[in-house]
């Protein structure tokens, strides 16, 4: 199996949701961790109960067999919100021939979207040169993802 994408392979690829697929797995698979805890879904660890505190998430179960109050604590996980922003200017086409920066904020770009798709996090994308050309709403649904692979793939071929 290939560890690497050659330029040639980033050329021939059509399908910029493919591409950016290819580019993520392997690189980063798990969801963002937070260092705070809390009470969600990802049990962490156990904790003495303090006097004073919600009885809510003591575990009783524990508390049968040890007769000692312990409180169950989990990970919290942070929702991330990423924007991307791609700048179309004159500049963003040097060199003319091959790999330019533009084909390269395109191809980045798409596999940002697949990478916080993958991780059900937030998303958005702008396009701007002189002024705003495309702004797109912060949004984790498929159905927003897809529209912004559209969105640079319509670009790729409007300005590649």
């Known amino acids: 199996m ?3 994408i050659t330029e040639q392979d980033l050329l021939q690829t059509g399908n910029l949701e493919f591409l950016a697929k290819q580019v993520v797995e392997g690189f980063i698979t798990g969801l963002h961790k937070s260092p ?4 969600s879904v990802e049990f962490a660890e156990h904790r003495q109960y303090n006097t004073g505190e919600s009885i809510k998430h003591i575990d009783w179960k524990l ?3 040890t007769e000692k109050l312990y409180t169950k604590r989990f ?3 942070t929702n991330l ?4 922003i791609i700048d179309r200017s004159s ?7 091959g790999f330019n920066k533009i084909r390269f904020s395109v191809y980045a770009a798409a596999s940002l979207i697949y990478l916080m798709k993958k991780q059900r996090d937030a998303v958005a994308l702008s396009v701007f040169s002189d002024e705003v050309e495309f702004v797109s709403q912060t949004k984790s649904s498929m159905v927003h993802a897809k529209m912004l692979f559209n969105k640079l793939e319509m670009r790729k071929m409007m300005l590649l």
């Open 91 to 97: 500049s963003m086409y040097f060199p003319e021939e």
């Open 2 to 4: 290939k560890s690497q």
């Open 63 to 65: 508390f049968a067999r």
């Open 75 to 77: 990970e919290e996980e």
């Open 81 to 84: 919100r990423c924007h991307i």
């Open 36 to 39: 705070f805890h809390g009470f």
